[in-house]
């Protein structure tokens, strides 16, 4: 089965070693979408972290697991946050990790991935624009 893990769940395994059971399990395909991997080094707080996560890039490139954006999927995007911001309300301004998020349900979408994430909200939204599959992973205690 092909699966994209979201951002979230990466810091948290990182950060505490949590939800190993959906990274490591047997069966599953991971991709990445290039936006995870900016994110995830944004985030870094040591050079450790930051070897992990080029480890992690590199790994996934040499395996084709990472799903390239074609022009057609930028006026997808654009047009999905359009409608985020004038149908449903969303203030693009205040949210600029949407479009990351937006992104990311894309390359969903174009592999046929379940996308593993803790944002069920904005992914649920996204949804109404474009068909893909996502499981919400509950915070862990």
């Excluded at 505490?16 to 994110?39: Q, R, S």
């Excluded at 022009?71 to 047009?79: F, M």
């Excluded at 911001?85 to 979408?109: C, E, H, P, Q, R």
């Amino acid at each position: 089965m092909k699966i994209i893990i979201d951002t979230d769940i990466y810091i948290d395994y990182l950060n505490k070693g949590i939800y190993e059971d959906i990274l490591l399990k047997d069966g599953y395909f991971k991709y990445l979408a290039p936006i995870i991997i900016t994110e995830l080094l944004a985030g870094c707080r040591s050079d450790e972290e930051r070897k992990i996560i080029e480890k992690l890039n590199y790994i996934s490139d040499k395996s084709n697991r990472i799903v390239l954006y074609s022009p057609q999927d930028y006026i997808i995007a654009g047009n999905i946050l359009n409608a985020l911001k004038f149908k449903m309300g969303y203030d693009l301004k205040k949210s600029v990790s949407l479009t990351n998020d937006v992104f990311i349900a894309i390359a969903a979408w174009k592999i046929g991935a379940i996308l593993f994430t803790k944002n069920r909200k904005d992914f649920r939204a996204i949804q109404n624009y474009i068909s893909f599959k996502f499981e919400f992973v509950a915070q862990a205690m």
